[in-house]
């Protein structure tokens, strides 16, 4: 592959996704490639209202609105000090839902979008290193030759490609955080109607219905690392596992330069957060639109680049700034919160 394109957008998580569909929208010509073959089970089933107007704006609003799909107004949160339910919010339509989709369902239906919108989708290809000329992200190097393209949107998540390539500062705002995380077939019947938040001593336990038959939890330990791999939900100790427990660090970090010469780093490849902030689809979709969107401007109006740049960084930074203030609120309402919490 040597062809030059508009973008390349690398990773086709929601991030990666939201990028090429918007930019191929807007008329620009998009490869969108990912190191891995789908189906690729990965957590983040709970989407936020928020999540599924933008997967309408993306054109497959009427896939996950179609009925297959759990849907759910609220989180009931269970806290030392008592249990409460959050709903989302209501307008005269009614209440706002969220929806529980797998992963790889989510995944499936954007690649396909995007592929009808002609930007050439390539799975099974990594990006092995970025392609740089006169300090400018021109492209990457994969497996079978180079992909060069006027702007590059990285979506390769928590693993930061290009920020690390680039050597770009990250930012880390929390201790060391890992995150352990699992399913488990739900064939008897067992059932969670609305996701559950449980706060105690040591940290918080998440456990969500994904389909009528399959449970998915978290843990994570605040105080000290995480629990054996043995560990799970006491609910749903008798249940068979589905697949493995896994892991994912999810220390709060944050790239300092999200957007630079012939580049922009959406998603979790920008800013991660732990899982409590339940929003990081929402949030790689966001930056990834953004982006797609910036990128075609750049490509009517190449002059455009540097304000682009200014734009999207400004609006990444206030979003990071918004959510960790949120992440702080959070815990510090928990009886026993984190100490590192305390500076502010
Ligand atoms: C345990 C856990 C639970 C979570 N639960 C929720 C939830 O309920 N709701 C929610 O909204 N969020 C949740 N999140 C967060 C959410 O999963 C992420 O924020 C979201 O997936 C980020 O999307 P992304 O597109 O930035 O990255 P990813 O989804 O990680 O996609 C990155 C893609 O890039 C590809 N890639 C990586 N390196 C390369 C390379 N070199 N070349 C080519 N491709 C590459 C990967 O294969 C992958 O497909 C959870 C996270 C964790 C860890």
Redesign the pocket.
């Known amino acids: 592959m040597a062809e030059t394109y508009d973008l390349l957008a690398?990773?086709?998580?929601?991030?990666?996704?939201?990028a090429a569909i918007t930019a191929a929208a807007a008329g620009a010509a998009v490869c969108l490639?990912?190191?891995?073959a789908p189906p690729?089970q990965?957590?983040?089933?709970?989407?936020?209202p928020g999540?599924v107007l933008l997967l309408e704006r993306l054109g497959i609003g009427a896939a996950v609105a179609d009925g297959r799909f759990v849907r759910v107004p609220g989180i009931a949160i269970v806290t030392e000090a008592g249990c409460r339910f959050e709903a989302y919010g209501a307008d005269d339509g009614g209440p706002w839902c969220g929806v529980q989709v797998p992963?790889a369902t989510l995944?499936a239906l954007l690649h396909r979008r995007a592929a009808a919108l002609g930007v050439d989708v390539h799975m099974d290809?990594?990006?092995?290193r970025p392609l740089v000329a006169s300090r400018r992200v021109i492209g990457?190097r994969?497996g079978s030759g180079s992909i060069r393209a006027r702007l590059v949107v990285d979506?390769?998540?928590?693993?930061h490609?290009l920020a690390r390539h680039l050597s770009l500062p990250i930012r880390r705002l929390s201790p060391p955080l890992i995150?352990?995380?699992g399913y488990a077939h739900a064939n008897d019947g067992t059932a969670c109607p609305v996701?559950l938040f449980e706060a105690d001593a040591g940290g918080w336990t998440?456990s969500?219905q994904v389909t009528d038959r399959l449970l998915?939890w978290?843990r994570l330990n605040l105080h000290e690392g995480p629990p054996s791999l043995r560990w799970r939900p006491r609910r749903w100790r008798r249940l068979p596992p589905a697949g493995p427990i896994?892991r994912?660090n999810?220390t709060w970090r944050q790239c300092a330069d999200v957007a630079g010469s012939g580049y922009f780093l959406?998603?979790?490849?920008?800013a991660?957060?732990?899982?409590a902030?339940?929003?990081?689809?929402?949030?790689?979709l966001m930056?990834?639109m953004l982006a797609g969107h910036l990128a075609a401007a750049i490509c009517r109006q190449p002059a455009y680049e540097v304000q682009a740049q200014a734009d999207f960084t400004a609006w990444m930074n206030d979003r990071a700034h918004a959510d960790t203030q949120a992440m702080r609120k959070l815990y510090a309402d928990f009886r026993h919160p984190p100490q590192w919490l305390a500076p502010a």
């Open positions: 690398i990773g086709a998580g929601p991030a990666g996704c939201a490639i990912d190191r891995a690729r990965r957590p983040g089933e709970t989407l936020h999540t992963g995944d290809e990594a990006a092995v990457a994969i979506g390769t998540g928590s693993r490609w995150a352990q995380y996701p998440w969500a998915h978290t896994r994912a999810v959406c998603g979790d490849a920008a991660v957060m732990d899982p902030a339940s929003h990081g689809v929402l949030k790689a930056s990834g």
